[in-house]
């Protein structure tokens, strides 16, 4: 079975704090997600990434960044934590494309952060 | 701009039927729709996926009428473990310049 899992599943940061969230993959996937989860919001896209060291913003990158060092791992950064990022962190990942989908996805099981 | 639609929450009771409907305008020409299943604490998780007509599989089935705007997720005689929040996905655009579109999510509740 895929496993998608991500470095923590609560988290409390501070305003102004570098935040970092780990997500990694064991199924050799070349495409990895990073989404956030917000009540009557759904699922909003952060940034993705199709192969290391590239990625591409999704619907909601300002406030973010990411990095692609190694093809399991993808990390998603707060810069410095704002208290309107207190969400839940979704990370996935997919195989490589067929036939233009991106479709199914194996999601981690969230990290939920709460910024102070 | 795109714009999924999908009902916010449904109720529902044991050994029913369920429908939940996604309207998805734009979807790219060549993207296949997706549901998933979500419960608390757990990242969502696959249940179908189609791109015409109709798809059926252990879990569900899944229609999709010609001009693929919209498509159903059937839940057949539904349990109490099927309560969760369930989510459409597609692609908007072609597949490599397009964006992945999740649904708002319809939160279902089974009733004993």
């Known amino acids: 079975d895929v496993k998608v899992t991500q470095s923590s599943r609560y988290l409390v940061k501070r305003t102004g704090e570098k935040v970092f969230l780990e997500c990694v993959q064991d199924m050799d996937h070349e495409n990895m997600f990073w989404y956030r989860q917000d009540p009557g919001l759904g699922l909003r896209l952060i940034y993705f990434?199709?192969?290391?060291?590239?990625?591409e913003k999704g619907d909601i990158p300002e406030g973010y960044s990411v990095s692609r060092e190694k093809k399991e791992r993808f990390s998603l950064i707060l810069e410095s934590a704002s208290t309107n990022q207190t969400s839940m962190y979704l990370c996935?990942?997919?195989?490589?494309?067929?036939?233009?989908?991106?479709?199914?996805?194996?999601f981690g099981p969230g990290t939920r952060l709460t910024v102070l | 701009l795109a714009k999924t639609t999908q009902p916010i929450s449904m109720d529902s009771y044991e050994g029913q039927e369920v429908n939940i409907t996604c309207s998805h305008n734009?979807?790219?020409?060549?993207?296949?729709i997706t549901w998933y299943q979500q419960f608390p604490s757990q990242g969502p998780r696959f249940i179908i996926q189609?791109?015409?007509t109709k798809v059926t599989n252990e879990v569900a089935s899944l229609f999709i009428p010609a001009d693929r705007k919209s498509s159903t997720l059937s839940l057949p005689r539904v349990s109490l473990s099927d309560t969760a929040v369930y989510y459409c996905l597609f692609l908007l655009g072609s597949s490599n310049t397009g964006k992945l579109i999740f649904g708002q999510g319809t939160t279902l509740q089974v009733k004993p």
């Open positions: 189609g791109y015409k």
């Open positions: 734009n979807i790219a020409t060549n993207d296949y």
């Open positions: 996935a990942s997919t195989p490589p494309l067929a036939g233009g989908s991106y479709n199914e996805q194996f």
């Open positions: 990434s199709y192969d290391v060291k590239m990625k």
